[in-house]
């Protein structure tokens, strides 16, 4: 079907969003995790026995659930990290389905993805090679506290020793 030479790019991007999320040096793995074979996906051998089949995944929220499934269990080809614009390339890939995730979050969340190299691109008929995938972030609730929290505990140890205060000045008066 693709000559064994061929080789595609996937370009990862996080969109700025306006909200403060971190898109300079994210770093992000990719693992190959299947390859199409006789227009079929054939499992690579490390997720052979992960009970999951590719052909059998219809639609999109199965996809998002495998690949969060898939991530997991943290098998790595490689990585690369994101520059200044949000950006990191994953070059010279073979055809396949390869899933792109986060190992390290932090204050955010980077939902992984499975990308299909080469993609069918239906408005121009053809394979294309070089896919672009964005995926989805986002803000993790801990991290967007506020910090009203240690606000509310220095109001109540305030409270409580002028209550102390004022016992003992009562205590002493009498």
Same mark, same amino acid.
């Given at each position: 079907m693709f000559a064994e030479t $061929? /080789? *595609?790019n996937i370009e990862i991007c996080i $969109? =700025? /969003?306006g909200e403060r999320v971190k898109r300079e040096g994210v770093t992000f793995h990719y693992s190959k995790v +299947? !390859?199409? %074979?006789? *227009?079929?996906y054939e499992m690579e051998k490390r997720y052979e026995d992960k009970s999951v089949d590719l052909n059998e995944v219809r639609y999109a929220r199965e996809q998002e659930e495998l690949a969060r499934t898939? !991530? &997991? @269990?943290? @098998? !790595?080809? *490689?990585l690369c990290r /994101? =520059? !200044?614009? *949000? &950006?990191? /390339?994953l070059t010279n890939l073979r055809a396949g389905v390869y899933l792109i995730y986060v190992e390290e979050e932090s204050e955010y969340e980077v939902q992984p993805v499975l990308v299909q190299l080469p993609k069918w691109e239906e408005d121009k008929g053809a394979m294309n090679w070089d896919v672009r995938v964005c995926p989805k972030q986002t803000i993790r609730e801990e991290a967007a506290k506020t910090g009203d929290s240690q606000q509310a505990? +220095?109001? +109540?140890m305030l409270c409580l020793g002028a209550g102390i205060l004022i016992l003992?000045? +009562? %205590? &002493? &008066?009498?």
């Open positions: $061929e /080789t *595609g $969109e =700025d /969003t +299947a !390859s199409l %074979v006789d *227009g079929s898939l !991530s &997991k @269990y943290h @098998y !790595s080809d *490689g /994101t =520059d !200044s614009d *949000g &950006k990191a /390339t505990g +220095a109001w +109540a003992l000045l +009562a %205590v &002493k &008066k009498d």
